[in-house]
């Protein structure tokens, strides 16, 4: 994006200690959260307003009621989502995948990098400003406790350089007290996820002593959480997460990020009283008024106005900083917009390129391609094969009759009652022994006679079409062959 020239940024200070001048000019070759000697330089961002603020702000409490009322959502029966990587056993959208459904799940993950891939391409970052739980529970949750008990940016400078007095301290232990609290609930509910909620209810019911590993589990998640929304934050997304590095890859001078209009607000300088934007104009400068809102309400500590970096989560506060200053000073909004590159080095608005129409429909097909494997895949696996060293029966009414083995695996987590009918030719199906009821995600064996009259059989084989149902519901037809006499044997008889 833009090459602006940086100039020295406000001074940012570790939580406690005293503040340390930092020279941000050389921004591409150190981090905003670093002191030249490699120190923690804590971010205090002012709390953003505006209306991307309001819209996230909906958006997130969408997406918190989804993901805290995901493990507890049911679709027949099964969970939202559950990836039990101990088991092999993973549950999403309510549809359950086995180790037998290899190609589903590498189709699930192709779709879900080629998605990251497309979506990345076209829209940028949008991943992590609207919808990363990381993002949302820090700005939504973590940091806007934070603001209710310690106060906007000043008020949290200003505490952590005061000395520890009682009401420092109140509000220290009462902030963290929040905080471990809410960390024990999203490690919780990322154990519901991991393990399912019938096996979480039962490690806090049972006696402890039973769940060692899950307590300690519990209490490991809990840490990790307090660690990362406490003291870790935006150094999570710096440097742990793949996502913010490799979309460095992905990026053109067509995708759609949070960018700063070098075009219309360079060259920036503080606005004097009276000044008009003619007369700013006239003296060559431009909109931005080096206000520095943008920077104070970044959570990662980075100014936009210096391009497009690894660090911007595109949390949208600085567009809302922004578009106050423009507000006030009677100017467009969007000198911080979504925009790509080609859009602000010709002057254009946001346009709908073919490119982002063609990388949509892409995205799109995927997941539909995606959708239909899944909702039309059978709940149950079934095999018939004739039994082991057995040919063909004649009857003593002249019919002929094949011994099969009949294999059902029952992929959901219910007990699956399965009923065998011969589709094709007409004839006899018979299963031996009781009804077949596969318990849930097993294997259930069966014997099943076919009998078939002599005017429906091919010389030699004859293909058959066994329909697999379960109370009343086709799930799967089966092809399979019945071995009969050769018509030239039949002759000879
Ligand atoms: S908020 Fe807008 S006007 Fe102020 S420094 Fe940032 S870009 Fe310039
Ligand atoms: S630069 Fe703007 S969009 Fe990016 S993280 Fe900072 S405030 Fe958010």
Redesign the pocket.
Known sequence: MNRASPKTQSVRSPPEGPIQPVDWRDFRDHLATADPEGRRVWIYPRKPRGRYTRARTLVSWLLLAIMFAGPFIRINGNPLLLLNFIERKFIILGQVFWPQDMILSALTLLVFFMGIIVFTAAFGRLWCGWTCPQTVLMEMVFRKIEYAIEGDAPEQRALARAPWTPRKIAKKLLKHGIFFGLSFIVGNTLLAYLIGTEQLFAIVTDDPRRHLTGLTFMLLFTLLFYGIFARFREQACTFICPYGRFMSTLLDENTIVVA?DHKR?EK?APWRRQQTPEARRAAGLG?????????SVCPTGIDI?NGTQMECVHCTA?MD??DA?MDKLGRPRG??RYASLNGIERGERLRITPRLVGYTVLLLALIGVWCALVFTRSDAQTTILRAKGTLFQQMPDGRFSNLYTVRVLNKTTRPMPVELRLEKPDGQLRVMGEAIVVPPAQLAENAVLVELDRSVMRSGTTPLLIGVYSQGRKLQTVKTTFIGPRNDVRKRK
């Open positions: 700063y607000g920036r909109d931005c008024v080096d206000c520095h809102q943008c920077v106005r600085c900083a922004c200053v000198l911080i």
